[in-house]
Each structure stands twice: as structure tokens, then as C-alpha cells.
């Protein structure tokens, strides 16, 4: 199975800052990562597919990068609406999917 | 649009059976993709429990397997989770999602809004 690792677990941020969230996969998984945003209450969202590749709708502030088994997630100038919950998930094996913990952002 | 929607008692005893079903709207389930399901333990994480392909093909998260079934009905556009022998630890929010591909990468683009169960006696 591979496993997914996301650092930090929880990250205290101000409006306007830029956050970074890694995320770290047993095996090299190419560039089969996608991440997600989870409000409380809510399900989760697609932000970033194929590491990189922006979900229709979302604000270009978020983007995706890496491959193999190192990714992040930035959220270049932080916004009161992105304090939420971010996990990624490999889709290398697919369709067995695995997410990371997560990672919450919280305001400062 | 294409919607998601999630049903099924929201307490289940001990020992039995948990059964839930999830209704698609906009999409004919026939016309390709997974279907899967997801659950999250109160404060805790996303578990992804299985995936159905359009097709019937069914895939388990191995540490569930045992006590999975994942079944796709399209004549009603839907399909559904069972999950046997359930303890404590199963309770949680079940979702739905649907499993897009694009090339040969596959992300979960619509989801369903959850749904609570319960264990309990």
C-alpha cells in the first residue's frame, strides 16, 4: 500500500501570508497527486489534480507542484475562505486510492 | 450538474449490517468512470473504503475487504457500500464521490454531501 504523509499536521497563518503544505508518498507515485479542501461540515473539494493541473473554478492563488514522492500545496496570499482543512491522495494505484492525514489551516 | 447524493440509516446496531445507498443525478453511471466511497471518523482523517467501475469491477481498501461489498445498479443510477459485522469504529460520515479520469489521471470530482452513521446499541 503506500502511504501518504502530510507536514505540518495543523499551521497557523494570517490573511495575505503564503502557505506551503507538503506532502510525501511511500513511493514514487509520479505525478498521480491530488489534493483537496474540507471545510468543517462539508465534503471535501478538488483543488489540484495531476500535481499541478487547477480544478476549474478555483482561484488561481492555489497551485501544485512536484512529482515522484515530494509535493506541495501553495496558497500564495492567504484569503479568510481558505482557513479549512487540505488533504492529498495518491491516485497512482487507482482505484485504490490513499489520502494523507491532513493538514489545518488555521487563522492566526 | 452532475450530483451525488448519499442514503441509509443513520444507526446501526452493533455486529450488523450498514447499508447506503448513493443516487446519481446528471450522469449516467453506465456511461463510464469509478464510483466510490469515503468515510471520516469524527475529527479524524478521509479513508477511502472502495471504488465500483462503471462496468461492475469492484476494489476494496484492504483493511476493509473482509467486510465490504461495493454494488452498482444502473437502472436506477446508483450504487451502494455494505459494511458487515460494524463496531464503534465505524461510525462516521460516509460520501460518495465520483471518479473522474482525465488521460491517466483519476481524481474524485463531485462528491456527495455525507452522510452520519452511528454505531450503537
Known amino acids: 500500500d503506500i502511504q501518504m504523509t502530510q507536514s505540518p499536521s495543523s499551521l497557523s497563518a494570517s490573511v495575505g501570508d503564503r502557505v506551503t503544505i507538503t506532502c510525501r508518498a511511500s513511493?514514487?507515485?509520479?505525478?498521480?497527486l491530488n489534493w483537496y479542501q474540507q471545510k468543517p461540515g462539508k465534503a471535501p473539494k478538488l483543488l489540484i489534480y495531476?500535481?499541478?493541473s487547477l480544478q476549474s473554478g478555483v482561484p488561481s492563488r492555489f497551485s501544485g507542484s512536484g512529482s515522484g514522492t515530494d509535493f506541495t500545496l501553495t496558497i500564495s496570499s492567504l484569503q479568510p475562505e481558505d482557513f479549512a482543512t487540505y488533504y492529498c491522495?495518491?491516485?497512482?494505484?487507482?482505484?485504490?486510492?490513499?489520502f494523507g492525514q491532513g493538514t489545518k489551516l488555521e487563522i492566526k | 450538474q452532475v450530483q451525488l447524493q448519499e442514503s441509509g440509516p443513520g444507526l446501526v446496531k452493533p455486529s450488523e449490517t450498514l447499508s447506503l445507498t448513493c443516487t446519481v443525478s446528471?450522469?449516467?453511471?453506465?456511461?463510464?468512470?469509478?464510483w466510490g466511497w469515503i468515510r471520516q471518523p469524527p475529527g479524524k482523517g478521509l479513508e477511502w473504503i472502495g471504488s465500483?467501475?462503471?462496468?461492475?469491477?469492484?476494489y476494496y481498501n484492504p483493511s476493509l475487504k473482509s467486510r465490504v461489498t461495493i454494488s452498482v445498479d444502473t437502472s436506477k443510477n446508483q450504487f451502494s457500500l455494505k459494511l458487515s459485522s460494524v463496531t464503534a469504529a465505524d461510525t462516521a460520515v460516509y460520501y460518495c464521490?465520483?471518479?473522474?479520469?482525465?488521460?491517466?489521471?483519476?481524481?474524485?470530482?463531485?462528491w456527495g454531501k455525507g452522510t452520519t452513521v452511528t454505531v450503537s446499541s
Open positions: 446528471g450522469y449516467s453511471i453506465s456511461s463510464g468512470y469509478y
Open positions: 464521490a465520483r471518479n473522474i479520469q482525465y488521460y491517466y489521471y483519476y481524481y474524485m470530482d463531485v
Open positions: 491522495q495518491q491516485s497512482y494505484s487507482t482505484p485504490r486510492y490513499s
Open positions: 465500483i467501475y462503471h462496468s461492475g469491477s469492484t
Open positions: 495531476a500535481a499541478s
Open positions: 513511493q514514487s507515485i509520479s505525478s498521480y
